[in-house]
């Protein structure tokens, strides 16, 4: 295979496909433009029937709002906060930076939104077990923190690579009572965990909801992944107006699947004055074809289920995809997305992991919050453009998660810290430590091995462990 | 059908080569055997060589398969070889060399793919290239012909054949909707699972079979799990086609070109039993 996508012809914006004069928001599937679908065996058409069916119901029942709504009140944290940050805005031109406080939620980061909404939906079709693919292992702890809560049994499937790379995430799955499978085929990574789910479901389907973690994957899940997460745009274009008095002007999020931005960007959409950001990883840089940006650097076609933007050779087979973010770290792209490029109305542009880190520390040393190396992406958008905008412009991030469970990769990063630090600290560290923590024990190893005692129902434990990533 | 015309071995009718196979060989007596093979499985030579083998020893109809990155509808045997195959430097155009030389024993030669490859090569463009090395059509795992209208026009417009999967979960109408679309046969999946071997073909495949052909199927054949004679004695009583994958591929990887056509053998004596 060769290492990147072949480049394409620039595209003009494409229609949307929409009738005449109807809002975005109003945008649902199966196609969004050009994009979208049910790309499945037939074997998966009648449980994506029934999901659609039930979903539909669901949503416009009001008893299931409001027993979500109440889930997100008294266990998510819901609403999350909009936090003001000056001295970071200092860096990006002095404009105001506001922070939609997704890392707050419990588990830490905005998956808790998509996750509860589909563990209900869940118990309301009447099956008992769910399956999730995990990446870093943030939308596989939301899973089963979910399953927990509601007594399903749930099964995570992550790529052997990344069960090794996240050993202390595996442990917190299992310590919620799921079954963590190592996928070991193809490139041991989340798209071959996203293989192995749908094997999975396509043999146990009676009984078996595919508890997907974001807005790609066949119809309806790209709509009802956002449907849950829209909540995000909603809160935080309300509590914008509260304290600037007009709406921003640019919301800037992470890109992976796409989760977290099309909850944040969904309530904007027909805002024609707030222009949309989408950060994709950029890897090492998309001209050195290492990297996960698949609307920049990819080209339309087809995976796990949906035909959108994808990283792929000239023969059609997928590329592995490269971030220092595992949560990004995903050669597709949801098809909302897609079609939000390709009409122009977002935009969506790289960030490499060089960028991401700098942002990251400097959230850090500016604002006292650690965010996920994932939103540390929509950070150092935020930078670009506030120095953009200058001392008016109002930059909207969505705070995706929190970054406790990026402490390793950024200590390595930053050089933070000693050998004498790596061998006091080093009979800290528990077997299932060892396989994911390498160099940074002296920060992690406190928070990680001695605090399995706590109980699974404290929302706080899990989430200071922090395995919760921007997406995925 | 001007296009078709041109292509060596198709008849340029609109009739389908696969239908025709299959029903040269019901008139035999029993059903049909489909053998598949992927294409660069332990190489590309030799997979031809195996292909042909399957054939000389008794095959119907083959199916080619073209190795995907991400095979959702198969278990592991099938995910190693194609894997295997993707790492030996399998390229799309070599699956159409390979058709061509297996097509080149008369059997009806079926291309079995995922959608991406085929969406990238361009749809039109594949079938007529596929058309032009003498395959029959193709068998899409992935895509359901409520998705398939650029598939759709392009096979008609290259006289090829289209197995679209009907599997135990389909309703009655998507039953009827599916055989409406396929041309060729409609592949029955037995079981609700992913290609491999299994020691009892589902209990649902006949009736299955039943319920599609009710629906306006022409032909069915049916696939997932059959790897003994005796598992493809029992579905040739009821189908028109039985459908062999995994078993013959383990039989490529253990003892090459040979085990390949012994396998083919017994499985040709029980279809025809």
């Known amino acids: 295979m060769s290492t990147d996508t072949p480049p394409r012809e620039p595209l003009a914006p494409s229609p949307t496909g929409l009738p005449e004069g109807a809002d975005l928001r109003s945008a649902a599937g199966p196609y969004f433009g050009d994009f979208g679908g049910r790309f499945v065996p037939e074997a998966l058409v009648a449980a994506l029937d ?42 990006a031109g002095g404009a105001r930076v506001l922070l939609k406080r997704e890392d707050l939620n419990h588990t830490g980061s905005h998956k808790i939104n998509n996750v509860l909404g589909q563990a209900l939906l869940t118990k309301r079709m009447g099956k008992r077990r769910v399956i999730a693919e995990t990446g870093a292992g943030q939308h596989g702890v939301a899973t089963a923190t979910a399953a927990a809560l509601m007594d399903l049994e749930c099964v995570v499937y992550m790529g052997e690579r990344d069960t090794e790379r996240q050993a202390l995430n595996v442990a917190r799955m299992r310590l919620l009572g799921a079954e963590v499978v190592p996928v070991s ?17 396509v043999a146990n389907v009676d009984d078996t909801h595919y508890l997907l973690g974001t807005v790609a994957g066949p119809h309806p899940f790209p709509t009802m992944v956002r449907e849950l997460h829209r909540v995000i745009g909603e809160e935080a274009r309300g509590q914008v107006l509260d304290v600037v008095g007009r709406l921003p002007d640019v919301v800037v999020a992470c890109v992976g699947g796409g989760s977290n931005a099309m909850g944040i960007f969904h309530a904007f959409l027909d805002d024609p004055d707030v222009a949309l950001l989408g950060l994709e990883a950029g890897g090492d840089g998309v001209a050195t074809g290492r990297h996960a940006s698949s609307i920049t650097g990819g080209a339309p076609g087809v995976l796990h289920g949906t035909r959108s933007m994808l990283l792929q050779d000239e023969d059609g087979q997928t590329i592995e995809s490269h971030s220092i973010s595992a949560g990004l770290d995903y050669p597709g792209v949801g098809p909302e997305h897609a079609w939000l490029a390709a009409t122009g109305r977002a935009q969506y542009r790289p960030v490499t992991d060089d960028e991401a880190m700098q942002a990251l520390r400097l959230l850090c040393r500016t604002e006292g919050i650690i965010p996920a190396i994932e939103t540390a992406h929509a950070l150092a958008g935020a930078l670009q453009e506030g120095r953009r905008l200058g001392p008016e412009g109002v930059v909207l991030v969505n705070l995706s998660g929190r970054g406790d469970k990026d402490v390793d990769t950024a200590a390595r990063w930053f050089d933070l810290v000693s050998e004498e630090d790596l061998v006091a600290s080093e009979d800290l560290r528990t077997d299932v430590a060892d396989e994911g923590v390498h160099d940074g024990p002296d920060v992690v190893a406190g928070g990680a091995p001695q605090d399995e005692g706590v109980p699974p129902e404290g929302p706080g434990s899990r989430a200071d462990r922090g395995d919760d990533r921007g997406d995925r | 059908m001007s296009a078709a015309a041109t292509a060596p071995g198709a008849t340029g009718t609109g009739t389908s080569r696969t239908g025709a196979a299959i029903d040269a060989a019901r008139a035999r007596g029993g ?210 086609g039985v459908i062999v994958g995994s078993a013959l591929v383990r039989a490529l990887g253990d003892g090459g070109v040979p085990a390949v056509g012994s396998l083919a053998a017994e499985l040709a004596a029980g279809v025809h039993r």
């Open chain 1, 50 to 91: 029934e999901l659609d069916a039930a979903f539909t119901q669901a949503w416009a029942d009001p008893s299931f709002r409001a027993e979500l709504d109440e889930l997100h009140r008294s266990y998510t944290g819901r609403p999350s906060i909009l936090t003001d940050a000056p001295r970071f805005g200092a860096h």
């Open chain 1, 185 to 201: 085929t193809g490139s041991r990574t989340l798209k071959d965990a996203l293989n192995e789910a749908m094997r999975d479901w």
């Open chain 2, 31 to 240: 059903a049909a055997l489909v053998g598949y093979l992927p294409v660069g499985f332990p190489d590309l030579a030799t997979s031809v060589e195996a292909a042909r083998a399957m054939v000389a020893e008794g095959v119907d109809v083959v199916e080619l398969g073209l190795p995907y990155s991400d095979p959702v509808m198969d278990g592991p045997v099938i995910q190693a070889a194609a894997q295997a195959a993707l790492e030996g430097g399998l390229r799309v155009r070599d699956v159409l060399t390979a058709v061509e030389q297996v097509a080149e024993t008369g059997a009806a030669v079926l291309v079995m793919t995922y959608w991406n490859p085929v969406v990238r090569y361009g749809v039109d463009a594949w079938a007529r290239d596929l058309a032009a090395a003498g395959g029959a059509g193709l068998i899409t795992p992935d895509l359901i012909p409520d998705e398939g209208a650029d598939w759709l026009a392009a096979s008609e417009a290259h006289d090829l054949d289209r197995v679209f999967l009907v599997a135990p979960s389909s309703t009655p109408d998507r039953l009827a909707s599916t055989a409406a679309s396929c041309r060729g046969f409609v592949y029955a999946a037995s079981t609700m699972g992913v290609t491999g071997v299994r020691a009892a073909v589902g209990s649902a495949a006949a009736g299955l079979v039943e319920a599609t052909r009710a629906a306006g199927a022409e032909r069915v054949c049916v696939g997932l799990g059959v790897s003994s004679a005796e598992q493809a004695a029992e579905v040739a009583s009821f189908a028109d």
